[in-house]
């Protein structure tokens, strides 16, 4: 059976569909019943490891009251002072399922503020049309052609001239400075993603956050890959300052959870403005993240999780080096090693067969790492770090072979 319009579709070396059955701490296993080291937890949400019984246990408990009231409940009301705790000068708006929900929210809430449509956008930001019209392959390496590339996206509207998006590509001050003035009557707010951010010096970030400010542009930090990993909230929210951010994926740990954060003082009736639903007030959100947090609090996990992800970068970077291929191939680490994405040279960035033949390699060693994309790490990877200096070895030797001609020429 095939699960049509579903999309992030896994595939094994043979091309065909693979389907998870269940998970373990940072294993998971297909149908068949074949165990991979997760790298991609669920694409960012699961933090401790798969199937928690410690968490999962908290999360039922907190349950035992009911999991949807008329309205919002106390754990809502705990978890958003828990939040409001980290931020002094922000609150809580409202809770959502997905950030793209709350993203779209934003973007409502700096168009009635600002009553201008169109904003200014840095990395993905989530699925809904408004938001990925005239998208690019953010996710791709910063040396590859195809990063620059829109996403043919035929079938969305192009909205009217005052609902446009501009992508800031360059992170040059001075060319976000030029799109800001050439369109000052159109754009009301400046999105941007974290883990893009975490690649930018902050000087520039100062400069862009300042030519905002001059014009009366509200500037969104989307948090979604980055927040929970480094505290229970943002990862930037001691380093700069935004009009509204938003949280999500690992804050919950794999339950679906994204919250609004705005700043202070601002006068808006929220509620007329309509986002959210039915299900943003379920209690199983608050739960895990509430639960989550006295975790990762107990167990020091969010110091954990950045040495655990230093150790996998430069264990798979040491056997690159051995191997010889560490010009061609390397791991990056973000977030002071939370987060991890592959790194390659020009010409292997632009050679998407021999990505794949790595790609390929990697999973027939049982290892699931994303190409194009940032890799996620959890605690459970602690358990594995012994091994993974020897499958690292098989990988790369494997890939080298196969591409002897490639390395031979160099």
């Given amino acids: 059976m095939k699960l049509y319009g579903c999309s992030r579709r896994f595939y094994d070396s043979e091309a065909n569909e693979l389907i998870f059955s269940k998970g373990n701490s940072c294993f ?49 009301f705990k978890y958003a002072q828990m939040i409001n705790n980290y931020y002094s000068n922000h609150k809580v708006i409202g809770f959502l399922k997905t950030s793209s929900e709350a993203i779209q929210a934003a973007t409502r809430v700096a168009s009635y503020i600002t009553k201008k449509k169109s904003f200014i956008r840095l990395g993905y930001i989530g699925w809904h049309d408004c938001l990925i019209k005239n998208n690019k392959n953010w996710h791709e390496p910063k040396n590859s052609l195809k990063r620059s590339e829109s996403l043919k996206l035929n079938f969305l509207k192009e909205g009217n001239d005052d609902e446009k998006i501009f992508n800031w590509e360059d992170f040059k001050s ?41 014009n009366k542009i509200l500037v969104i930090l989307d948090e979604t890959k980055t927040s929970g990993r480094s505290s229970p909230v943002g990862y930037f929210k001691d380093i700069l300052e935004f009009d509204f951010t938003i949280l999500g994926k690992a804050i919950a740990n794999g339950f679906p959870l994204s919250v609004l954060i ?3 003082g601002v006068d808006i009736e929220y509620d007329l403005l309509k986002f959210g639903g039915t ?10 993240a509430i639960s989550l947090i006295e975790i990762m609090s107990e167990n020091d996990g969010y110091l954990k999780i950045k040495e655990i992800g230093s150790k996998i970068v430069d264990t798979f970077n040491v056997v ?29 960035a632009n050679n ?31 358990k594995i770090l012994d091994v993974l200096k020897e499958r690292f070895h098989k990988v790369l030797d494997k890939w080298q072979i196969e591409n002897n001609e490639f390395f031979g020429a160099k």
């Fill in 28 to 76: 998971v296993y297909d149908q068949k019943n074949n165990k991979y080291i997760d790298f991609i937890s669920g694409y960012g949400p699961i933090i401790l490891g798969h199937n928690n019984l410690n968490f999962l246990k908290r999360v039922f408990n907190r349950l035992n009251d009911g999991v949807c009231f008329p309205s919002y409940g106390e754990l809502h």
């Fill in 174 to 214: 001075e060319t976000f400075e030029k799109i800001v003035l050439d369109n000052i009557h159109i754009v009301g707010c400046f999105v941007l993603d974290a883990y893009q951010l975490s690649n930018i010096d902050k000087k520039v970030i100062e400069e862009v956050i300042h030519i905002c400010k001059e």
């Fill in 262 to 264: 705005g700043k202070k």
């Fill in 279 to 288: 299900f943003s007030k379920e209690l199983s959100g608050p739960a895990s």
């Fill in 320 to 348: 690159s080096l051995e191997t010889g291929l560490f010009e061609f191939v390397r791991f990056k680490p973000s977030l002071n090693g939370r987060l991890f994405e592959i790194e390659y040279c020009y010409e292997i």
């Fill in 352 to 382: 998407f067969e021999m990505r794949k033949e790595l790609q390929k390699s990697f999973f027939k060693n049982g290892l699931l790492i994303m190409d194009g994309h940032c890799s996620f790490v959890c605690l459970e990877h602690r």
